[in-house]
């Protein structure tokens, strides 16, 4: 029951914006929003109206949309791309910078949420969108991300260019932005900003534990 009600609060507050940007929390019967996130200094984007025109598929970044497809470079230097991944099971979608504090709080307990999931078909994806000098990430953010937080799970280097603020498809509000994918490439929800129990029991929730 408890898991039903947190649910349904987080997707209520994340689609009307609640009182901005970020964490949900459960305490004492009541949801609250803590304030930790990093604002993005972008301007606000209606996520009902994505832009999707710099892709070919018909996708969507609402909720219960087909997820954005796109390809991007791993930790290892390889080329991975989003839909082989969802083949695999459900994903947690979490778009990060290097300079962020809640994105380098997420990343630390990533891998332990790869570990604990992953036998229930679940993949944790990190998007790095800038470095610590809010640039574009290269291989070597990528590999020092890796091994800062002993990540296994793939670490892709995206860029501005993934985000509606650039005509890209993913809305991206405060950092870190998390998208809960199901194993049928449907986003179930999304959340910004970090809090280390809600994570762990929104990938519960998705993957039906």
Same mark, same amino acid.
């Given at each position: 029951m408890l898991r039903s009600v947190l649910l349904g609060c987080v997707l209520l507050l994340a689609a009307c914006g609640g009182e901005g940007p970020g964490d949900f929390v459960y305490d004492e019967?009541? @949801? /609250?929003?803590?304030?930790?996130? &990093?604002?993005?200094?972008l301007d606000t984007v209606d996520i009902t109206e994505p832009n999707t025109s710099w892709i070919e598929e018909d996708c969507s970044t609402e909720l219960y949309g087909p997820i954005c497809d796109f390809t991007l470079m791993n930790q290892y230097g390889e080329n991975v791309t989003l839909s082989d991944i969802a083949a695999n099971g459900a994903i947690l979608l979490d778009f990060s910078a290097m300079w962020c504090g809640p994105c380098n709080s997420a990343g630390a307990t990533s891998q332990a949420l790869q570990d604990k999931y992953e036998p229930y078909g679940f993949t944790y994806v990190t998007v790095l969108i800038e470095d610590s000098y809010s640039n574009e990430p290269?291989?070597?953010?990528?590999?020092?991300? +890796?091994?800062?937080?002993?990540?296994? +799970?793939? &670490?892709? +280097?995206?860029?501005?260019?993934?985000?509606?603020? /650039?005509?890209?498809?993913?809305?991206l509000d405060a950092w870190p932005m998390?998208?809960? @994918?199901?194993?049928?490439? @449907? @986003?179930?929800?999304?959340? +910004?900003?970090?809090?280390?129990?809600?994570?762990d029991n929104n990938v519960s929730v998705l993957l039906g534990l």
């Open positions: 019967g009541e @949801i /609250s929003v803590v304030e930790d996130t &990093v604002d993005t200094g290269d291989l070597e953010d990528l590999e020092e991300w +890796a091994t800062d937080y002993g990540v296994t +799970a793939p &670490v892709l +280097a995206g860029s501005r260019d993934l985000l509606q603020s /650039s005509d890209g498809p993913y809305y998390f998208y809960y @994918i199901d194993s049928s490439g @449907i @986003i179930q929800y999304y959340h +910004a900003g970090y809090n280390e129990e809600l994570v």
